[in-house]
């Protein structure tokens, strides 16, 4: 798993808007992967690049340098056409560009001190957000949801996050979520809940956006550890898994009905003990957790997304729940992870693919069994 010396170097990695698709960019350029087959689609030695996202499953990327070219500012956006080579429109900043997202029809851009929505079409500016100081361009986008939901952090000093309905655009709640400050947030993909973890790292919660309320705990585990990356299932009404990376170079997978019917029990058996136990129960709120150790070395950067998440209704022979997981590490590697869960929360996982994403891109291990912890 270790990389070489001579490889070019990861310096950021995004999945697309439905996780069919993900890009790379190196101090050499970028590359563009379809995820469910490991396909290279494109690959671009334009030079280094810090941010590139793409617009869904089209030509269209978002793409910023590392300034070691004249024309990679890192204070410009260059809205590019991976098949004509040419760039279709360019957008200079003051500062530099942290973090870019899109959806149909908005274009997100997050400075150290800023936040633009831009109408994508006419690349004119809708609002411009004064916000507090941001130097990671922490951000999460709701691209499919009706709203466009954009969180983006309320406070250096602790972990408080601003929502807003990019499409109108309009600030609608401030949702208050730990004690210190924020490290990653993602929206579910019809973006009626926010998940949330804090420079900590040992909790991880999940609140109803539309209510400003919390509506799950997870405890990922005892010591600091900076999470990495957050991801939901796919969902139409409610999502049903939310999983997690973290500095550890574990996966970290819950689940939400699961641990929303346990902490119905906890309520009810600690109300009938202890009059307003609400805090206690929280604590006390099963995580239903399953943890993959070593998916990539201790402080490998990762970026995750769920894929898919299916139901057996013969689960007396074949598993509960069958939850497929993408994992992309800045060491360079693919992996396709499927978790299987019984109904007595027995839980496997089978490492169905891994390639190099820096060389050939050829598959190196295939079905892998082992149980989770």
Same mark, same amino acid.
């Given at each position: 798993?270790?990389?070489?010396?001579?490889?070019?170097?990861?310096?950021?990695?995004?999945?697309?808007?439905?996780?069919?698709?993900?890009?790379?960019?190196?101090?050499? @350029?970028?590359?563009?992967?379809?995820? /469910?087959?490991?396909?290279?689609? *494109?690959?671009?030695?334009?030079?280094?690049?810090?941010?590139?996202?793409?617009?869904?499953?089209?030509?269209?990327?978002?793409?910023? @340098?590392?300034?070691?070219?004249?024309?990679?500012?890192?204070?410009?956006?260059?809205?590019?056409?991976?098949?004509?080579?040419?760039?279709?429109?360019?957008?200079?900043?003051?500062?530099?560009?942290?973090?870019?997202?899109?959806?149909?029809?908005?274009?997100?851009?997050?400075?150290?001190?800023?936040?633009?929505?831009?109408?994508?079409?006419?690349?004119?500016?809708?609002?411009?957000?004064?916000?507090?100081? *941001?130097?990671?361009?922490?951000?999460?986008?709701?691209?499919?949801?009706?709203?466009?939901?954009?969180?983006?952090?309320?406070?250096?000093?602790?972990?408080?996050?601003?929502?807003?309905?990019?499409?109108?655009?309009?600030?609608?709640?401030?949702?208050?979520?730990?004690?210190?400050?924020?490290?990653?947030?993602?929206?579910?993909?019809? @973006?009626?809940?926010?998940?949330?973890?804090?420079?900590?790292?040992?909790?991880? /919660?999940?609140?109803?956006?539309?209510?400003?309320? $919390?509506?799950?705990?997870?405890?990922?585990?005892?010591?600091?550890?900076?999470?990495?990356?957050?991801?939901?299932?796919?969902?139409?009404?409610?999502?049903?898994?939310?999983?997690?990376?973290?500095?550890?170079?574990?996966?970290?997978?819950?689940?939400?009905?699961?641990?929303?019917?346990?902490? *119905?029990?906890?309520?009810?058996?600690?109300?009938?003990?202890?009059?307003?136990? $609400?805090?206690?129960?929280?604590?006390?709120?099963?995580? *239903? &957790?399953?943890?993959?150790?070593?998916?990539?070395?201790?402080?490998?950067?990762?970026?995750?997304?769920?894929?898919?998440?299916?139901?057996?209704?013969?689960?007396?022979?074949?598993?509960?729940?069958?939850?497929?997981?993408?994992?992309?590490?800045?060491? @360079?590697?693919?992996?396709?992870?499927?978790?299987?869960?019984?109904?007595?929360?027995?839980?496997?996982?089978?490492?169905?693919?891994?390639?190099?994403?820096?060389?050939?891109?050829?598959?190196?291990?295939?079905?892998?069994? &082992?149980?989770?912890?």
């Amino acid at each position: 798993m270790a990389s070489g010396s001579s490889r070019p170097q990861i310096l950021c990695v995004s999945f697309n808007q439905d996780n069919s698709m993900f890009s790379v960019g190196t101090k050499e @350029g970028f590359k563009i992967f379809d995820a /469910r087959t490991g396909r290279l689609c *494109n690959d671009n030695k334009l030079g280094g690049l810090n941010v590139v996202e793409l617009w869904f499953a089209t030509n269209l990327i978002a793409m910023v @340098g590392t300034g070691e070219q004249p024309s990679r500012s890192p204070r410009r956006l260059c809205l590019f056409n991976t098949i004509t080579g040419a760039s279709k429109k360019d957008l200079n900043f003051r500062s530099t560009i942290l973090a870019v997202r899109f959806s149909r029809t908005r274009l997100i851009v997050v400075l150290q001190d800023k936040t633009f929505i831009y109408d994508l079409n006419s690349t004119r500016i809708l609002e411009e957000i004064d916000t507090v100081h *941001n130097p990671k361009g922490l951000c999460a986008f709701a691209p499919n949801s009706e709203w466009c939901y954009l969180a983006i952090p309320a406070s250096t000093s602790k972990g408080s996050a601003l929502v807003y309905k990019a499409s109108e655009p309009e600030l609608i709640c401030q949702i208050d979520a730990h004690e210190s400050p924020l490290a990653a947030m993602a929206f579910s993909s019809n @973006g009626m809940y926010l998940a949330t973890a804090s420079e900590k790292g040992t909790m991880i /919660r999940v609140y109803i956006v539309a209510q400003a309320t $919390k509506s799950h705990s997870f405890r990922r585990g005892a010591y600091p550890s900076t999470i990495y990356s957050l991801s939901f299932g796919p969902c139409i009404d409610r999502p049903d898994v939310l999983a997690a990376t973290s500095s550890s170079g574990s996966l970290h997978m819950f689940f939400l009905d699961a641990a929303r019917n346990g902490r *119905n029990q906890t309520n009810k058996l600690l109300g009938s003990i202890i009059p307003g136990s $609400k805090a206690i129960s929280d604590a006390l709120d099963p995580a *239903n &957790h399953h943890v993959i150790h070593n998916i990539a070395p201790a402080e490998t950067k990762s970026c995750l997304a769920v894929h898919s998440v299916e139901y057996s209704q013969n689960s007396s022979k074949f598993p509960a729940v069958r939850t497929v997981v993408y994992v992309v590490t800045h060491d @360079g590697y693919f992996r396709e992870y499927t978790i299987s869960t019984t109904k007595s929360n027995e839980s496997s996982w089978v490492l169905e693919r891994e390639f190099s994403l820096l060389d050939t891109g050829h598959t190196l291990k295939q079905n892998e069994h &082992h149980h989770v912890d």
